[in-house]
Structures are given as C-alpha cells and as structure tokens.
C-alpha cells in the first residue's frame, strides 16, 4: 500500500496497484464529509504527499508535524504484522474525539471598547501555535464577522449582502471568487466590494498584479488588500498598479494593515461587541481551524480580563 502510484509499483515485488487519490476522492472523504468527520476533499492535493516516492519510514518529503505518526501507521502494518483493522479504528477514534473538541463552549466578550478588542484579536492573531496551521485564517474570520455586523449599518452598503465564506483550502480560481470577503450587490450579483488578507506578507507589485487580474472585468467600487505583515504599506511597484487600476478600471485598491483596518472599522459600528457571536460562531465552524486554535481565543479573553 505505500507504493501509492503507478509509476513506483514497478519498485516492489510485493502486490501493488491501490490508487490512494481515487479512493479518498470517492470514498474515503464522503464519508468522512457524513460524519462531520476532518478530511480535505484529496489528501494527494498537497505537492509532497504526491511526489512519486513510497511512504517509508525514509520518506524525505516535509509532511509537516504528522510526518512521523503518518509513516508509522504503514510501516506497522507492511513490516510488523499489525492489523490494518485496529489501526482503522484508532483513527476513527481520533476522529470522534476532534470532532467533539470542536464543540467546545467559546467565549463571547461584551466589552465595546475598542483598544480591547483590538488586543484580543492581536493576541490572537499572533500568538505561537504548536504546529497545526490555519492560524492565517483568523484575520479572515474576524473582519468577515465585521462586515457582517457593518454591512446592514452604514448607508454605503445598503441593498448589499456579505457573501459567505468560501473553504480556506479553495482556490478562488474554483470558487469563482476575487476576494477572501465579498460584499454583493443585491441587485445584480455583481460584487460590490473584496477584501483579500495576507499573512505576514508585504503588499509586493505581484499581489497588486494578482488583484488588477481579478478585477479587470468586474465592476467592482473597492478593493482592500490587507496584512498582518509589520510592514503595511505598498511597494512603488504596487503604488503603481494600483493607480493604473483606479484610473483604468474605476475601481479603488486600498492596501493597508489587517489591525489597523479593524480598529477603523469597530469605530463606524454602533455597539462593536456585536461582532464577538458571529466571531465565535466562524470559529466553532471553520474547518481550516484546529482545537488549539479554539482553545486559544478563551484563553486569550481570560488574559485580557484578568
């Protein structure tokens, strides 16, 4: 079974043939989808998990933090005789036990001042996570509960509605979509205004290239490009472009920070704790998300009001 690919099959005398991307495509994910089980759609749509090269324990590919567990669970069953069956049920186990870490009761902070929030969600933001990623996602979460609590608030967005939030793992390329947050226009579908969130990157002439291709045939009024990079402000190539889109394509690109853009924000909502429910409930939902990244938003509003 660790002979995963056709082309590598030849490299084993033992019986070989399991076409591993099919059968988690298939089977394996529906039925993990039913459960309310973790599972991307392929776990072959990672680059390093298809490099053509037997899952042995010298598998020289980075697997991330799951590597070692990954490789042992095969290497038990091909090389030490241990039942496929049991390993299947720890597995299944694990599962359960994820899927009822999910369910965890998550805080909801009452407090309406603004450098308070603003903290809760830096700490979150930015704290050190042991290893499980998604943690890039929560700038997307926090200003997607914004723009919900916003939207219905300020006449600019009247006749407008905040699109629902599209899989971490989908490529807008799939999805159909320009932004990682989207604002439409009720009345004809288009998309009023996108906000794309970068992590930890500075706002480069590609990222500003990248936004004036999403954009050249829409009839979109703004677009934010936003990060949690320190450094917020667009290169001259970026300055550039974005220019070039305003006077080209109508359109206005705003490329600032995810924190500061978050402050400005709470400041035009009535009652900014109104955003803490649809917040928490992202983060009770979001599969891009692990337990760790739950638990760490209780622990940082215990910090905050102790």
Not at 21 to 29: H, K, L
Not at 246 to 267: E, F, H, S, W
Request: aromatic fraction near 10%; charged fraction near 25%.
């Amino acid at each position: 079974m660790r002979y995963h690919q056709t082309q590598i099959q030849k490299d084993t005398d033992r019986s070989a043939g399991v076409n591993f991307r099919g059968i988690s495509e298939d089977i394996v994910y529906p039925w993990l989808s039913r459960n309310r089980f973790e599972g991307a759609k392929s776990g072959w749509q990672t680059r390093t998990l298809e490099r053509p090269k037997p899952y042995t324990m010298t598998y020289d590919e980075n697997i991330a933090y799951v590597k070692t567990e990954f490789l042992a669970v095969f290497d038990e069953i091909e090389e030490h005789a241990q039942p496929a069956f049991y390993a299947l049920t720890y597995l299944i186990f694990k599962q359960v036990v994820r899927r009822e870490e999910v369910r965890i009761t998550l805080s909801i902070p009452k407090t309406q001042d603004i450098g308070t929030i603003v903290e809760l969600f830096r700490l979150h933001f930015f704290r050190s996570y042991k290893g499980s990623k998604g943690a890039s996602r929560l700038p997307v979460l926090a200003l997607h509960a914004i723009y919900s609590v916003m939207v219905p608030e300020l006449k600019r967005y009247a006749g407008k509605t905040v699109v629902a939030l599209n899989a971490h793992s989908a490529a807008d390329s799939q999805t159909g979509s320009i932004g990682d947050i989207e604002v439409s226009d009720n009345e004809n579908a288009e998309i009023f205004e996108a906000v794309e969130v970068k992590h930890a990157l500075p706002i480069v002439e590609s990222i500003a290239a990248d936004v004036q291709l999403k954009v050249m045939d829409k009839s979109i009024a703004r677009y934010y490009i936003l990060t949690t990079h320190q450094n917020c402000e667009p290169d001259d190539g970026a300055k550039k472009i974005i220019e070039n889109i305003k006077a080209v394509y109508d359109c206005q690109v705003i490329a600032n920070g995810v924190m500061p853009t978050i402050r400005y924000y709470l400041r035009l909502l009535e009652d900014p704790s109104a955003i803490f429910p649809a917040y928490v409930e992202l983060l009770q939902s979001d599969k891009a998300l692990a337990h760790e990244h739950r638990t760490a938003w209780n622990d940082v509003v215990m910090s905050i009001t102790n």
